[in-house]
């Protein structure tokens, strides 16, 4: 799947130009101004054009759409000053506010039907196309079977947005908060023309901050307030500087130097400050899970795989104790199922998703029982051994250690069975994977909104996502009543979705192993950073500098 990657070079790392309370340092004297901080990052910027991102984890913070998301991944003011839904939850009107854009122009309604039909076209190719299902038209013209002009949004006047949906959206609200749905300037874009995007001084910002000194490849560059910003009133910083540190011992050290205020820790680091004053984790809604092939080009192997008894196997096989806390040990945390934990929870009761999705005996840790399932499912299929390869990317910080307990593990507990692995490159892997070149493969997918919708879309018959190519006509139909027939009956499109979810569950039809939750060291001078476990992942326009 994608987003890992994405996810962990996403994950901005801030500090401050302070010296820090850490290991023995005095606290407390400013290296630089109290109005600037330091980011760090695992990889690169790689692109500014909202049409064309895969993730928004530091760009959340200089593009702003309807909403922007706050605390706990509710949506709060945007560029909307008002959104109003109609009583059959098939028509939105977004009343805008008078916001400018980072140059000056007036951010208007016909700025959003712009940037929506821009991102739809064939020749932006967004990757983020298939968010836009629900409203009218864009399936059809994700197909290429209407124009991108004809998707549901139209501007009846500069302050006015009205969305038609071809079925209410219960998330829709959330998923408004999402910078892919904000605006772009059309004359910026065809000024610019090829050039749009690829240096900071090719766009234009809607948001808290704005971007200097980025040309496309270089290892740092920065966020400077937005003069233009509606509420700028608010934004504390002055400047938030970025560079690439790769690696964890690096940022450790420059975290000791006072040059970092929040760094990741790898797992041995984890172990070893865990009892840090500034010791702190993240969560984030990425589930780590196996897919199967369940249409597998070896006869057998094809046999094995769709076999419930051999995935209850191969899941109850796995210590996800060890993996967490000692392969990991990051403070990663035990999945109950293929939907993040953390993510959403029922309107009504409050009762998280994960622990409603829950099926027992399918992700605990049962040798027994794994052996078991095993010996039936071979006698099955007529099989005494079976040979499996792991596919992988050695691109992702956990895949070696991964992939080497999953083989260990598997090949001590179910007799007869032989795992080779298969670490290549990310590329390599996602062409192998989305042709269904393998066996089982290690993958993973974090949410973009709140709500569990983000997950279930993955098992749907006939989604590009659905690699393993598993198919269920009643999970398909409850996931259609979810977002049909239902989607308006809170209740109702709730439990759908739990029954559905368990029905992936109880067939592992997808294997989940952890959830990642990062581990920093933060120093406390540091205030008012939004960390969310979904879509724009952290958000700095209320931070400030104690």
Request: charged letters at 20%.
């Given at each position: 799947?994608?987003k890992?990657?994405s996810i962990?070079?996403?994950?901005?790392?801030?500090?401050?130009?302070?010296?820090?309370?850490?290991?023995?340092?005095k606290?407390?004297?400013?290296?630089?101004?109290?109005?600037?901080?330091?980011?760090?990052?695992?990889?690169?910027?790689?692109?500014?054009?909202?049409?064309k991102?895969?993730?928004y984890?530091?760009?959340g913070?200089?593009?702003e759409?309807?909403?922007?998301l706050?605390?706990?991944g509710?949506?709060?003011?945007?560029?909307?000053k008002?959104?109003?839904?109609?009583?059959?939850?098939?028509?939105?009107?977004?009343?805008?506010?008078?916001?400018?854009?980072?140059?000056?122009?007036?951010i208007?309604?016909?700025?959003?039907?712009y940037?929506?039909?821009?991102?739809l076209?064939?020749?932006t190719?967004?990757?983020?196309?298939?968010?836009?299902?629900g409203?009218?038209?864009?399936?059809?013209?994700?197909?290429?079977?209407?124009?991108?002009?004809?998707?549901?949004i139209?501007?009846?006047?500069?302050?006015?947005?009205?969305?038609?949906l071809?079925?209410?959206?219960?998330?829709f609200?959330?998923?408004?908060?999402?910078?892919?749905?904000?605006?772009q300037n059309?004359?910026?874009?065809?000024k610019?023309?090829?050039?749009?995007?690829?240096k900071?001084?090719?766009?234009?910002?809607?948001?808290?901050?704005?971007?200097?000194n980025?040309n496309?490849?270089?290892?740092?560059?920065?966020?400077?307030?937005?003069?233009?910003?509606?509420?700028?009133?608010?934004v504390?910083?002055?400047?938030?500087?970025?560079?690439?540190?790769?690696?964890?011992?690096?940022?450790?050290?420059?975290?000791?130097?006072?040059?970092?205020?929040?760094?990741?820790?790898?797992s041995?680091q984890?172990?070893?400050?865990?009892?840090?004053?500034?010791?702190?984790?993240?969560p984030?809604?990425l589930?780590r899970?196996?897919?199967?092939n369940f249409?597998?080009?070896?006869?057998?192997?094809?046999?094995a795989?769709?076999?419930?008894?051999?995935r209850l196997?191969?899941s109850?096989?796995?210590?996800r104790?060890?993996?967490?806390?000692?392969v990991?040990?990051?403070g990663?945390?035990?999945?109950?199922?293929?939907?993040?934990?953390?993510?959403?929870?029922?309107?009504?009761?409050?009762?998280?998703?994960?622990?409603?999705?829950?099926?027992?005996n399918?992700?605990s840790?049962?040798?027994?029982?794994?052996?078991?399932?095993?010996?039936?499912?071979?006698?099955?299929?007529?099989?005494k051994?079976?040979?499996?390869?792991?596919?992988?990317?050695?691109e992702?910080?956990?895949?070696?250690q991964?992939t080497?307990y999953?083989?260990?593990?598997?090949?001590?507990?179910?007799?007869?069975?032989?795992?080779?692995?298969?670490?290549?490159?990310?590329k390599?892997?996602?062409a192998?994977?989305?042709n269904g070149?393998?066996?089982?493969?290690l993958s993973?997918?974090?949410g973009?909104?709140?709500?569990?919708?983000?997950?279930?879309?993955?098992?749907?018959?006939?989604?590009?996502?659905n690699?393993?190519?598993?198919?269920?006509?009643?999970?398909?139909?409850?996931?259609?009543?979810a977002?049909n027939?239902?989607?308006?009956?809170?209740?109702?499109?709730?439990?759908?979705?739990?029954?559905a979810?368990?029905?992936?569950?109880?067939?592992?039809a997808?294997?989940?192993?952890y959830?990642?939750?990062?581990?920093?060291?933060?120093n406390?001078?540091v205030?008012?950073?939004?960390?969310?476990?979904?879509?724009?992942q952290?958000?700095?326009?209320?931070?400030?500098i104690?």
């Open positions: 799947m994608k890992f990657r962990v070079a996403g994950l901005a790392v801030v500090s401050v130009a302070l010296l820090l309370a850490a290991c023995g340092k606290s407390g004297q400013s290296q630089s101004n109290d109005k600037v901080l330091n980011l760090s990052t695992t990889a690169v910027l790689d692109t500014i054009d909202i049409s991102s895969t993730g984890g530091q760009t913070n200089v593009f759409s309807f909403y922007r706050g605390k706990d509710k949506p709060t003011a945007g560029l909307a008002s959104g109003e839904v109609s009583k059959d939850g098939l028509t939105w009107t977004f009343k805008l506010r008078d916001a400018k854009w980072s140059n000056g122009d007036p208007t309604a016909q700025d959003f039907v940037s929506w039909r821009r991102s076209s064939p020749k190719a967004s990757p983020y196309a298939y968010l836009f299902s409203v009218k038209n864009a399936d059809a013209i994700v197909a290429d079977k209407k124009s991108p002009d004809s998707i549901g139209s501007a009846p006047d500069s302050h006015t947005v009205v969305v038609k071809e079925r209410p959206i219960a998330y609200k959330v998923l408004m908060a999402y910078p892919l749905f904000g605006p059309q004359k910026v874009v065809e610019y023309g090829k050039k749009y995007a690829t900071a001084q090719y766009q234009v910002y809607s948001g808290p901050f704005v971007i200097k980025w496309g490849t270089n290892d740092t560059w920065d966020f400077i307030k937005n003069k233009n910003y509606w509420d700028k009133k608010v504390k910083l002055d400047k938030i500087s970025y560079q690439v540190v790769k690696s964890t011992n690096t940022g450790y050290q420059l975290f000791e130097q006072g040059k970092l205020d929040l760094t990741p820790l790898s041995e984890v172990k070893n400050l865990k009892s840090n004053s500034a010791f702190t984790s993240y984030y809604s589930v899970f196996l897919l199967y249409k597998d080009s070896n006869s057998l192997n094809r046999k795989l769709n076999n419930r008894n051999i196997a191969l109850l096989a796995i210590d104790n060890i993996v967490t806390k000692k990991l040990g990051n990663s945390t035990l999945p109950t199922g293929f939907v993040a934990s953390d993510l959403a929870t029922n309107p009504k009761t409050g009762v998280d998703f994960a622990k409603s999705q829950a099926v027992k399918t992700v840790y049962n040798p027994t029982l794994a052996k078991k399932y095993w010996r039936q499912g071979l006698k099955e299929i007529g099989a051994s079976l040979t499996f390869n792991l596919l992988s990317s050695n992702e910080s956990d895949s070696d991964l080497q999953l083989q260990s593990q598997w090949m001590k507990v179910l007799s007869g069975l032989k795992i080779n692995v298969t670490n290549i490159p990310d390599a892997t996602n192998k994977a989305q070149y393998f066996d089982i493969y993973h997918w974090g973009d909104f709140n709500d569990p919708m983000t997950f279930m879309q993955i098992p749907m018959t006939g989604t590009s996502y690699y393993g190519k598993w198919s269920s006509q009643a999970y398909d139909s409850l996931v259609k009543q977002q027939q239902d989607a308006n009956n809170v209740e109702k499109r709730w439990q759908d979705l739990v029954k979810a368990q029905i992936v569950n109880s067939q592992q997808i294997t989940p192993i959830q990642q939750t990062t581990a920093y060291l933060q406390k001078r205030h008012g950073i939004i960390h969310n476990t979904a879509g724009t952290w958000s700095y326009k209320y931070a400030y104690k």
